[in-house]
């Protein structure tokens, strides 16, 4: 049991809702209550069916599937993530903007790359590993379901502050998207050397 709330507490701490909510700020500031968790609990269902996937599959789904080592998906996605991660240090929440496309395919752009990342995929096939088909799809709902509570009444939060206290609204968005900033770059960077020293492990096995 202590395997499934730590697979949780995982998860959502890679998704972060507290972060995640700077990455949406124009929908915040733009959508009405109802339309928004709706969009949030579509882009929460896409998420869900991801991370499922990937816990249930793992590694077979790319040594099997893709013919590639899931090590070269963490180097891969690592990259992306950095880039994300600098974009958002320097552009702010444009970064985010451009990567989230037209309007009308916004539930998958909130799925992807928002919900769904590099970090929280590789989570989701570590919880794949750690517990059974069925504790691990329930594992990735509940943390998933949590991250798009919590986003939901940060929404509610933020329509009921904004109106008297917008200085400390937009100072919250300021430090918050510095500090998302950082912690994407140093998640990317993890990835990355995680998969570097899981490749040259095994070139040194080899010539050995």
Same mark, same amino acid.
């Given at each position: 049991?202590n395997d @499934?709330?730590?697979s949780? &507490?995982l998860?959502?701490i890679?998704?972060?809702?507290f972060?995640v909510i700077v990455?949406l700020?124009e929908?915040v #500031?733009d959508?009405?209550?109802?339309v928004?968790?709706?969009v949030?609990?579509r882009?929460?269902?896409?998420a869900?069916?991801i991370h499922a996937?990937?816990?249930?599959?793992?590694d077979?789904?790319?040594?099997? @599937?893709?013919?590639a080592?899931f090590a070269s @998906? #963490?180097?891969? +996605?690592?990259?992306v993530f950095?880039? =994300?991660?600098i974009? @958002?240090m320097?552009k +702010?929440?444009?970064?985010i903007? &451009?990567l *989230?496309?037209?309007?009308e395919?916004?539930a998958?752009s909130?799925?992807m790359p928002?919900?769904?990342g590099?970090?929280?995929?590789s989570?989701?096939?570590m919880i794949g590993?750690t517990?059974?088909?069925?504790?691990? =799809?329930?594992?990735?709902?509940v943390?998933?379901?949590?991250?798009v509570?919590v986003i939901?009444?940060?929404? =509610?939060l933020h329509? *009921?502050i904004?109106? *008297?206290?917008?200085?400390?609204? #937009?100072r919250?968005?300021?430090?918050?998207? *510095?500090?998302t900033?950082l912690? =994407?770059?140093?998640?990317a960077?993890?990835?990355?050397?995680?998969?570097?020293?899981?490749w040259?492990g095994r070139i040194?096995a080899a010539?050995?």
């Open positions: 049991m @499934f709330f730590n949780i &507490a998860l959502l890679l998704l972060n809702p972060l990455y700020m929908l #500031q959508l009405d209550l109802k928004f968790s709706s949030m609990i882009g929460g269902i896409i869900t069916a996937t990937f816990a249930l599959l793992g077979a789904l790319f040594t099997e @599937f893709l013919h080592e @998906f #963490q180097i891969f +996605g690592g990259i950095l880039i =994300v991660g974009n @958002f320097l +702010g929440n444009e970064a903007e &451009a *989230r496309g037209p309007a395919h916004i998958g909130i799925a928002i919900l769904v590099p970090a929280t995929i989570a989701s096939v590993k517990l059974s088909s069925l504790m691990a =799809v329930l594992g990735v709902l943390a998933v379901g949590g991250c509570i939901i009444a940060l929404k =509610v329509d *009921r904004k109106p *008297r206290h917008e200085t400390l609204v #937009q919250y968005i300021e430090i918050a998207g *510095r500090v900033a912690v =994407v770059g140093i998640y960077i993890e990835m990355i050397m995680q998969g570097i020293t899981v040259v040194l010539v050995g």
